[in-house]
């Protein structure tokens, strides 16, 4: 079998400090694999690469067995929060049609009446048809996140990455967002990098730690040697009540 | 001053078109200067203009045919520097903005003779502008519309979102380069009207008043023409009315409207 995303032996370094150190890990088709780690640790660099906007120094990363660039049209992005304006004048519609422009070759890159409907489809699998044409300004916290979703969605990925997708909304509004992902989960492949583990803990079917190396078991719990590898300190956390809470039973999905 | 029978004179009629021609750039192009905060490097672009027109006296160039070369040269310049050396902007922009002044003054100092117009372009004369310049702001305007036309969606998603957008694996490096370069052909084109010195705020203020009452870009982009329009014919009506400069006229007219739609924006000042 394939994997989804395969990251193979990647390292990326930069003004001379090395981010990524020798990083390797498969994404298998069905899985929701969640990226934890601290800032800096290197986890948006990794999708970056993955998502073929940066170039990886050493190792390969493949996508359905494709490069990053090949592998483009299968992939929906659901970037941070508040990396782009949400003052310019766009409706909803509009954003969620530009979301098929990588699905339109040609020099002009016009819309076609299937970018369209594929636009009002997952406007309304989103429960976003009412607000359509309102701006991104105009919207609550998590109508903005499922518009930007939406935008990822509208291309019919089969692999969906998420960086941090619930950072600036309130929890309530987070776990709602992860009912859906848990509903695509069915139909894609999901990749998300997020430091929220509590509300993550009861969807994700794989957990890998990223500071600089990655520490996974290709399981869905995240355990004290992984903890500890990672963040060095792992007294913090478990004060924090993290690890083996929510973890209670993961399926027996073991991929070695 | 105006009356019924002003319509007859060439250069009334020219300063209507170049009215015309400058608020159907300005209003497209300065959209896309306010949505992508292209605001300090497009007043680096045309402050540099003044070194093309320098440099025109100097080799016996038309000045806005030195302007429109130098200019398009440097808007590549900064965006080729931005993206491979990763050069911060604001530093570029700054150096861009003094250097191209100083290129400028230097030729206009070794240039032979006394430079009889140089004032017109740094503040421009909406009521000076000869026929020959008004062919060329049309096609230069022609140009601006029609790749803006064929561009419009790509454009927009480079400018609401380019890292999406490169996602999407569209050109995005071109057309960020293309982007400064039709800001320098406004530019060049806002020099007769306005000036060099005073273009930044013709570029931008019926765009950034426009976006406050704005759902789209295209919607951003008609409003702002309307506004151009009104503010540059309106500036134009009151500097004959008071025998004030006319390009002082405009902006200060510009502005005046920028501030009063400010507590009717939707999305508010900030």
Known sequence: ?256 | MIGPGILEYEFFQNALLAGLLASLSCGIIGSYVVVKRMVSISGGISHAAFGGVGLGYLFGVDPLAGAFGFTTAVALGIGVLKEKAGQNLDTLVAAVWAAGMAVGIICISLAPGYAPDLFSYLFGNILLVPRSDIVMMAVLCGVVLLLVAVLYTQLQAVTFDEEYARVMDLPVTWLSLLLLVLVAITVVMLIRVVGIILVIALLTLPAATARGFSKTLFSMMAFSVCLGLVFSLGGLWLSSLLDIPSGATIILLATAGYVISLPFSRIGSG
């Not at chain 1, 304006?85 to 339109?104: C, K």
């Not at chain 1, 996140?145 to 929890?171: H, K, M, S, W």
């Not at chain 1, 957990?207 to 399981?219: D, I, K, Q, S, Y």
């Open chain 1, 1 to 256: 079998m394939i994997p989804a995303i395969e990251v193979k032996d990647v390292s990326f370094g930069q003004n001379g400090n090395l981010i990524l150190d020798r990083v390797s890990l498969s994404v298998m088709e069905g899985d929701m694999y969640a990226l934890i780690g601290p800032n800096g640790g290197g986890k948006t660099t990794l999708l970056k690469i993955i998502l073929g906007l940066i170039p990886a120094r050493t190792g390969t990363v493949t996508i359905f067995g494709r490069s990053p660039r090949q592998g483009r049209e299968m992939v929906g992005y659901v970037p941070q929060f508040r990396t782009f304006d949400f003052r310019y004048p766009l409706t909803v519609r509009e954003m969620v049609l530009s979301g098929r422009l990588s699905h339109i070759r040609g020099v002009l890159r016009r819309y076609r009446g299937e970018d369209h409907a594929a636009t009002r489809e997952v406007l309304q699998r989103l429960d976003l048809t009412g607000i359509s044409d309102r701006t991104l300004s105009h919207l609550s916290g998590g109508e903005q996140q499922r518009a930007i979703l939406a935008r990822a969605l509208v291309g019919n990925p089969r692999v969906l990455i998420l960086d941090e997708p619930t950072v600036y909304i309130d929890t309530p509004t987070a776990f709602e967002f992860f009912d859906i992902l848990e509903d695509l989960k069915r139909s894609m492949t999901i990749l998300l990098v997020s430091h929220d583990i509590g509300v993550i803990s009861r969807h994700v079917t794989k957990v890998a730690c990223l500071n600089h190396t990655l520490h996974t078991h290709n399981t869905p719990e995240i355990t004290e040697d992984m903890i500890a590898a990672t963040y060095h300190c792992p007294v913090d956390l478990i004060a924090h009540g993290l690890p083996h809470r929510v973890f209670g039973d993961h399926e027996g999905r073991e991929d070695q």
